[in-house]
């Protein structure tokens, strides 16, 4: 069974830079793409960065371009998210997530590029989420 296991992550202040990892075990099948997305209480969850691990090809939010960068460790399964310049609107719970199916990828690459939100069964494999909390 797909496990996923976030970390890094905590407190900062407004300006401060978090790295999150996340890797995956378990892998029965090959992953195509991995991502982090976030939420907070009382909004859904939302995409922030994703990338398909054969090319490197990676898709930001809006919010987070220019801020963030997901990379990976090559045919390790593992993802990692420098997040620079946070501000008090990134304070949320980050979720890793992996899906080994092609055409979900794409689909979660539309919706993450729309802003659309994301639901638990989008993708084959979640993490248990890491707090990230940015305030002064």
């Known amino acids: 069974q797909l496990h996923l296991m976030e970390s890094g992550g905590g407190s900062v202040q407004p300006g401060g830079s978090l790295p999150l990892s996340c890797a995956a075990s378990?892998?029965?099948?090959?992953?195509?793409?991995m991502g982090w997305f976030r939420k907070v209480p009382g909004k859904e969850r939302e995409g922030v960065a994703m990338?398909?691990?054969?090319?490197?090809?990676?898709f930001y939010a809006d919010s987070v371009k220019d801020r963030f960068t997901i990379s990976q460790e090559y045919r390790k399964n593992i993802v990692h998210l420098q997040m620079n310049s946070l501000s008090p609107e990134d304070t949320a719970m980050y979720y890793c997530?992996?899906?080994?199916?092609?055409?979900?990828?794409?689909?979660?690459?539309?919706?993450?590029?729309?802003?659309?939100?994301?639901?638990?069964?989008?993708?084959?494999?979640w993490g248990q989420g890491t707090q990230v909390t940015v305030s002064s």
């Open positions: 990338m398909y691990f054969s090319s490197d090809a990676a």
């Open positions: 997530a992996a899906e080994s199916s092609r055409p979900r990828c794409v689909q979660t690459q539309r919706m993450l590029e729309g802003g659309t939100p994301v639901g638990p069964d989008q993708l084959e494999g």
């Open positions: 378990g892998v029965q099948r090959y992953i195509v793409c």
